[in-house]
């Protein structure tokens, strides 16, 4: 009897925390596509979905861009607010002296600015997902 109400007591516990998961909204980020740009370098296109329950006014991304091989080639700083809430926003950004051939991966260094609008700087690694459509992936 005593492991029925223990058992009991957990399924409730689930139950009821679930709804409070579920409130908790995502930001997803997609590095759609890439293309070559005339002259050299390439261009990253990128989908913000935010389904987060918040407009961000600020957003800026620091990505390491790592190159055909795996080794960092650079640094790249990306502004990309505002992100208006349940929108989709597409951002381009240019990746100077670098084929999108040879970019293997871009990982996410770091959140320098998280800012839901008129809210202070949040954490925004928990609500993340990170995805890519092009030959290189986007990752944490």
Known sequence: MRLIKNSLAIVA????????LAA?????????KTEEIEGGGCRAFFLF??????????FEMSLAVLDGQGVIDRLLSIDAAPLP?????????????????NISEILLHDM????PQNEDE???YA??????????????
């Open 85 to 101: 809430i349940s929108r989709t926003t597409l951002k381009l950004f240019e990746i100077p002296e670098l084929s999108c051939a």
């Open 49 to 58: 979905r935010n389904e987060s329950g918040k407009s961000f006014s600020g």
């Open 127 to 140: 609500i993340l997902d990170l995805s890519s459509r092009a030959a290189a992936r986007l990752v944490k």
């Open 13 to 20: 516990a689930i139950f009821f925390a679930l709804p409070v």
């Open 122 to 124: 949040i954490d925004c």
């Open 112 to 115: 320098t600015s998280c800012q």
């Open 24 to 32: 908790e909204g995502r930001l997803g980020v997609e590095l759609n």
